[in-house]
């Protein structure tokens, strides 16, 4: 049971910033179509007319909303990974020595 627990220990966060980077990245790959179905979400919400100069500018705000949510986790995942793989190679390597 101890050795499981180390294991979740040492390879946990590694699979943690995994799913932060898979997620960020579906996030900007799918973000003009979810931005396109909030837009219509929203327009629907509203009534279901709108002028198309304003639906345009809304429909753009979601996208770039969806861009930048998706930037920020794929960032701060890899960020996580590079300092969690650092880690572990510097433990690596004094394991070696």
């Given at each position: 049971m101890d050795e499981i627990m180390k294991?979740?220990?040492?390879?946990g966060f590694a699979?943690?910033?995994?799913v932060i980077i898979t997620i960020g990245?579906?996030?900007i790959?799918?973000?003009?179509e979810n931005g396109v179905d909030s837009a219509n979400e929203y327009l629907t919400?509203?009534?279901g007319s709108m002028d198309t100069d304003s639906?345009?500018?809304?429909?753009?705000g979601y996208i770039l909303s969806n861009f930048i949510f998706g930037g920020i986790l794929l960032?701060?995942?890899l960020s996580?990974?590079?300092?969690?793989l650092y880690k572990f190679l510097k433990e690596m390597d004094l394991g070696n020595e």
């Amino acid at each position: 049971m101890d050795e499981i627990m180390k294991s979740i220990k040492k390879y946990g966060f590694a699979i943690f910033t995994i799913v932060i980077i898979t997620i960020g990245f579906l996030t900007i790959i799918n973000g003009v179509e979810n931005g396109v179905d909030s837009a219509n979400e929203y327009l629907t919400s509203m009534g279901g007319s709108m002028d198309t100069d304003s639906f345009l500018v809304i429909m753009k705000g979601y996208i770039l909303s969806n861009f930048i949510f998706g930037g920020i986790l794929l960032l701060v995942g890899l960020s996580f990974f590079c300092m969690y793989l650092y880690k572990f190679l510097k433990e690596m390597d004094l394991g070696n020595e």
